[in-house]
């Protein structure tokens, strides 16, 4: 199924969103309160030119169009799918129950437990449905796009180049001795 109008429509949030044929990464996300977290993913995958799309797919108040995303995901063309929610965050869970593409968990954040209710609820899988959970909040989020960068430059040699380079980069950045100058 190529375009499942349920999901579909739903705004873009970015300019990059628009295109959503060319999407290799989705970044899914239970609420729109989700997105000042999200975006850290987004911008990773920015800098790295990976073509995305973002949705708001909530596993409790939207599961039809949860559905229809997870199960569309692959015959669509994405390759990873980033998913983040708070609270008891079913999400990147159901997700990955319902398509074989790997899927990265984000726990956002929540206001009653600082997020580690979000984290225990995705990190502790079952086994035999993987989630790859990352840390609480923004730099989870990052290190999601990250993540989904390095899973697609081992078959894509100029996306790993460009990895090489982005991390000498950081590598590079980091000053032998501290300054007072912060
Ligand atoms: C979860 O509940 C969402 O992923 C979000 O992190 C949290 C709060 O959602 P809102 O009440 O802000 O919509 O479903």
Redesign the pocket.
């Known amino acids: 199924r190529l375009f499942n109008p349920v999901w579909a429509s739903q705004p873009p949030h970015r300019e990059l969103d628009e295109d959503v044929s060319q999407a290799i990464v989705g970044i899914i ?6 997105w000042a977290t999200m975006r850290a993913a987004a911008n990773l995958l920015d800098q790295f030119a990976v073509p995305y799309e973002t949705r708001i797919v ?1 596993a ?2 939207t599961p039809n169009r949860l559905y229809d995303y997870a199960q569309s995901a692959r015959d669509r063309g994405l390759k990873v799918i980033i998913a ?4 008891a ?1 079913h ?1 990147p869970g159901m997700t990955a129950a319902m398509t074989p593409l790997p899927v990265l968990g984000v726990p ?1 954040k ?1 206001a009653a437990l600082s997020g580690q209710d ?1 984290l225990l609820s995705i990190v502790q899988m079952p086994a035999g449905v993987a989630v790859g959970t990352l840390a609480i909040g923004e730099a989870g989020a990052t290190n999601a796009g990250l993540l989904a960068v390095q899973i697609l430059a081992v078959e894509d040699g100029e996306l790993a180049a460009k990895l090489d380079e982005w991390r000498a980069q950081r590598s590079a950045d980091v000053a032998q001795t501290p300054t007072d100058d912060d």
Do not use: E, I, K, Y
């Open positions: 996300m239970g609420s729109q309160s989700d909530s409790h108040r983040g929610a708070g609270g965050a999400l956002v929540s979000s």
